[in-house]
Each structure stands twice: as structure tokens, then as C-alpha cells.
T-cell receptor, first 113, second 114 residues
Framework: QKEVEQDPGPLSVPEGAIVSLNCTYS??????FMWYRQYSRKGPELLMY????GNKEDGRFTAQVDKSSKYISLFIRDSQPSDSATYLC?????????????FGSGTQLTVLP | KAGVTQTPRYLIKTRGQQVTLSCSPI?????VSWYQQTPGQGLQFLFE???????NKGNFPGRFSGRQFSNSRSEMNVSTLELGDSALYLC?????????????FGPGTRLTVL
């Protein structure tokens, strides 16, 4: 079993919909959580970063972490066609040196105009 | 500020050959990490370099190696290529090596092994 599980989708939603993307993890040592967006033929770009349980909001994006359930989510409000991409969750155990990111497999999202 | 650049963008090799990939980090960034991305395994950490020293290594065979130069540019080498090495190889740079230092990814090098 992988340390981080993510539903690969594909997920297709109409423009304006609220999108929910999720990851579960098994390693309780993970303390720092990230969401990356990857467009086709591009490298991943960091969307959200959080290290505590609860919600963090940035514009149309909200990251939610529940460490007790080992479950993280990314919500996208008022989704746009430009949000169509693969979304990857990532996490790491260490704040100090020698950090190493463990990624989910990614969820492919398509927002239809 | 220029982003992370990787060369070449595409590469085709045959089994048994070796390959060297190059990564130029963002100016001022001293940490470079390498990842392998495949449809089956997703993104997997290969290794991280900081100030020419390997700080951490993922669970890959010894055929995968890397190095970093004094100008922070990094190369990774794969020897005795196997079909399963076909992947997108991504390089990421950051100012430091803590979890708080955002990693900026390059566009990747697409390696195909025939």
C-alpha cells in the first residue's frame, strides 16, 4: 500500500462548480502538506502549503487538513476552465534539513465551459 | 527572474545506454532535488543536493546518480538504462532545504528508453 493515496479521477465538472480533491495518508510522521497543480507538459507549481490541522484559504482555494483522520482536501470554488490540470498532494515529515516530499498519484481535473 | 531550466527537454535512448540530464536552478537557489514521474508510480523522490553535497536519497538503484556544481547547477546520470526508466524527470530548486522552502519545478526532461 502506498503511503499517500489519491483518487486519480479523471474528474469533470461544469464551470462554476465547487471541486473537492482528497488524499489520505498512512504515515503519521507527515506534518507538512502541500497541493501542487501541474498543467500538461509543465512541472508542478505549488498552490497551497499548510502544516497544521484546520483550514487555510487563498482566493478560490481552501486547503483542509485533518491529522487525526490522516486526510487532506483541496476545495476549488467557482472553478474555471483554466483550473483544468492535474492536482497533486504532497507531504513531508521533516521541517529541518533533508526534507523529502512524498506525492499522491494526482487527480486529473477538467472544468468544462 | 528566470525559472528552473532543464536540458534536454526530450531524449530517446536504447536499453543499456547511459544518459545525463541537466538542471539549472533559479538564481540564488542552492538546493536542487530530482524526481521521477511515471503514470504508474507518480512522482518519486530521487535525491537532493545542497551546496554540492547530497543531503538525501530516495529508494532508487545505484544506477541513478547525481552531482551538483559550485554554481548550483546539477546533473543526474542513469547508467545501463532499462525500459522502466522511461519517465519524466523533474528538477526542483529552492533557497534552502527545510519544508518551509518552496520548491520550484522545471518543465522536466522526457526520457524514452527503447
Amino acid at each position: 500500500q502506498k503511503e499517500v493515496e489519491q483518487d486519480p479521477g479523471p474528474l469533470s465538472v461544469p464551470e462554476g462548480a465547487i471541486v473537492s480533491l482528497n488524499c489520505t495518508y498512512s504515515n503519521s510522521a507527515f506534518q507538512y502538506f502541500m497541493w501542487y497543480r501541474q498543467y500538461s507538459r509543465k512541472g508542478p507549481e505549488l498552490l497551497m502549503y499548510t502544516y497544521s490541522s484546520g483550514n487555510k484559504e487563498d482566493g478560490r482555494f481552501t486547503a483542509q487538513v485533518d491529522k487525526s483522520s490522516k486526510y487532506i482536501s483541496l476545495f476549488i470554488r467557482d472553478s474555471q476552465p483554466s483550473d483544468s490540470a492535474t492536482y497533486l498532494c504532497a507531504m513531508t515529515a521533516r521541517a529541518g534539513s533533508a526534507r523529502q516530499l512524498t506525492f499522491g498519484s494526482g487527480t486529473q481535473l477538467t472544468v468544462l465551459p | 527572474k528566470a525559472g528552473v531550466t532543464q536540458t534536454p527537454r526530450y531524449l530517446i535512448k536504447t536499453r543499456g545506454q547511459q544518459v545525463t540530464l541537466s538542471c539549472s536552478p533559479i538564481s540564488g537557489h542552492r538546493s536542487v532535488s530530482w524526481y521521477q514521474q511515471t503514470p504508474g508510480q507518480g512522482l518519486q523522490f530521487l535525491f537532493e543536493y545542497f551546496s554540492e553535497t547530497q543531503r538525501n536519497k530516495g529508494n532508487f538503484p545505484g544506477r541513478f546518480s547525481g552531482r551538483q556544481f559550485s554554481n548550483s547547477r546539477s546533473e543526474m546520470n542513469v547508467s545501463t538504462l532499462e525500459l522502466g526508466d522511461s519517465a519524466l524527470y523533474l528538477c526542483a530548486s529552492s533557497e534552502g532545504t527545510t519544508a518551509y522552502n518552496e520548491q520550484f519545478f522545471g518543465p522536466g526532461t522526457r526520457l524514452t528508453v527503447l
